[in-house]
């Protein structure tokens, strides 16, 4: 996986300042251009969901594209460096979910009490 590479976005004067983005709508569409050796994916969160795990609410980032170092430095740093040392699509969505299913464990501990 190569960190330095991002999708570059065609015909806008956006651009992707980091490789972990949080995005909600945009009021604009966007093309992105994804060079041959990037994957790329995404997670939909259900409205209200993000709060869950980053006690953040999506309607918050309507228009915008915010890096996740800002929500969740800790979870960035965690993350990256696991992702880079797979080779497969499957196994960094599975290191994903598996990070998002601890903290949904950790939010409902914290309500169990």
Same mark, same amino acid.
């Not at 006690?55 to 918050?60: R, V, Y």
């Given at each position: 996986?190569?960190?330095?590479?991002?999708?570059?976005?065609?015909?806008?004067?956006?651009?992707?300042?980091?490789?972990?983005?949080?995005?909600?709508?945009?009021?604009?569409?966007?093309?992105?251009?994804?060079?041959?050796?990037?994957? %790329?994916? !995404?997670?939909?969160?259900?409205? =209200?969901?993000?709060?869950?795990? /980053?006690?953040?609410? @999506?309607? *918050?980032?309507? &228009?915008?594209?915010?890096?996740?170092?800002?929500?969740?430095?800790?979870?960035?740093?965690?993350?990256?460096?696991?992702?880079?040392? %797979?080779? !497969?699509?499957?196994?960094?969505? =599975?290191?994903?979910?598996?990070? /998002?299913?601890?903290? @949904?464990? *950790?939010?409902? &501990?914290?309500?169990?009490?």
């Amino acid at each position: 996986m190569n960190i330095s590479n991002r999708p570059l976005i065609l015909g806008n004067k956006k651009n992707f300042e980091d490789n972990f983005i949080l995005n909600r709508h945009q009021n604009e569409f966007y093309d992105l251009q994804i060079d041959k050796g990037l994957s %790329v994916f !995404s997670i939909v969160f259900q409205p =209200q969901g993000l709060m869950t795990f /980053f006690n953040f609410p @999506l309607n *918050e980032l309507y &228009n915008q594209s915010v890096p996740l170092k800002y929500l969740n430095r800790k979870l960035e740093q965690e993350i990256l460096p696991q992702l880079i040392n %797979v080779q !497969s699509f499957e196994q960094r969505v =599975q290191i994903v979910e598996g990070y /998002f299913s601890v903290m @949904l464990k *950790e939010e409902h &501990n914290r309500f169990s009490l």
